[in-house]
């Protein structure tokens, strides 16, 4: 197993940005950049033997800089949506940036994402790896508390992508962290994920508002087209589906912060699987609605539904539903959440 750095460039700001490469002895390569934590390519072997790359993703840091839907992204502080961007916190209002519509999403104008992490490698008898390190000053994109967040993402030998986030605040603050990472495990450059078939580990979801933010209620999916106890196409009923497609956060089963299994994906003609397990309560499950063909990314364009994200998490607007489970991280606590993203082949 090995790990590498290089030099990816400088920031229009001017700060330097290290990109690491993680392979371990099957040949699988993950590729990862400073600039937001964003796993750029992942190489994936199909039941042949033939490596993919399986996420959507940029060549060059100038093209993320230049705008992209959180490809590969780490986010944070509150990954997904805030409703009209305010929630109160120990008596207190905090306002922020409405980058959604009227809504807060993915921490903000400048969220983790576009942040430069300090970076050290790190290995394991069982894994290679790189450990990201941010500090988020008080106040910043409206939030309280200085936030020491440190995030170890870790390829092991047997095919795993797990991702290990650590949190601490001098001040209570709220924080939902996660992983944005589209995949196709056809390739990043196969066409759309519609006859991936889709297992999710839940049978309750938040349904939304026309905002994407939660009603409050937690409905089951049972009957619905929002069911994926069972092996189902993702395409099977996303015709159905308001809004261009999936974009819901689903209710894991598992609620106790253990490690569970959230979801199986599979793809028939190259056999490759991907197995989500997470310590999080919640997952979004986003089909790539947004996607338009303008991003072209690492040779490909990109269309609606090219690619699906399974975004471990707490469930959006959080901080203003008391009736979830909490996101208030205060001092002395420690936010854990782990993830890890299994490929094996069929
Ligand atoms: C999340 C959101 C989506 C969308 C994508 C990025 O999945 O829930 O609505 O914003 O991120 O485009």
């Known amino acids: 197993m090995s790990i590498t750095k290089e030099s990816w460039g400088e920031t229009k700001a001017g700060e330097a940005v290290d990109l690491y490469t993680l392979e371990n002895a099957n040949g699988v390569r993950a590729k990862i950049a ?6 750029t390519e992942l190489y994936m072997p199909d039941k042949d033997g033939n490596m993919a790359d399986v996420v959507c993703g940029h060549k060059t840091l100038a093209e993320y800089e230049a705008g992209h839907p ?59 790896g790189v450990k990201l390190t941010y500090v ?53 450059d196969s066409g ?49 589906v308001a809004g261009g497609g999936y974009d819901h ?6 609620q106790d912060g253990s490690m569970a299994l959230a979801a199986r994906v599979s793809e028939s003609e190259t056999g490759r699987v991907m197995e989500v397990y997470t310590t999080e309560p919640g997952m979004q499950f986003y089909t790539g609605n947004f996607l338009d063909g303008s991003n072209k990314g690492k040779g490909a364009v990109y269309n609606k539904h090219a690619a699906f994200c399974l975004e471990t998490q707490h469930y959006p607007d959080s901080p203003n ?23 094996s082949v069929e």
């Open 192 to 240: 759309d994920i519609l006859d991936h078939v889709m297992t999710i580990a839940a049978d309750r979801y938040t349904p939304v508002d026309e905002g994407l933010i939660p009603t409050g209620e937690i409905a089951p999916v049972a009957g619905t087209v929002m069911d994926f106890t069972k092996p189902t196409a993702i395409g099977a009923r996303i015709k159905d």
């Open 34 to 39: 400073t600039y937001g934590g964003i796993v």
């Open 70 to 128: 959180y490809f590969g992204s780490l986010i944070g502080r509150y990954g997904n949506r805030i409703g009209k961007g305010k929630f109160t916190l120990e008596g207190k209002e905090y306002t922020l940036a409405a980058n959604n519509g009227e809504n807060h999403l993915h921490g903000g104008d400048v969220g983790f994402d576009k942040k430069v992490w300090k970076a050290e490698a790190v290995e394991s008898d069982n894994s290679v």
């Open 321 to 343: 539903r008391p009736e979830f489970p909490p996101v208030v991280l205060r001092p002395g606590e420690t936010y854990t959440h782990t993830t890890v993203y299994r490929f």
């Open 249 to 254: 956060n689903y209710v894991l089963n598992n």
């Open 136 to 188: 988020s000053v008080d106040g910043e994109e409206g939030y309280p508390g200085r936030l020491t967040s440190t995030v170890v993402y870790e390829l092991t030998r047997d095919n795993e992508l797990k991702i290990d986030y650590k949190a601490t605040t001098d001040e209570a603050t709220v924080l939902n962290l996660t992983h944005h990472g589209y995949f196709n495990l056809g390739g990043h």
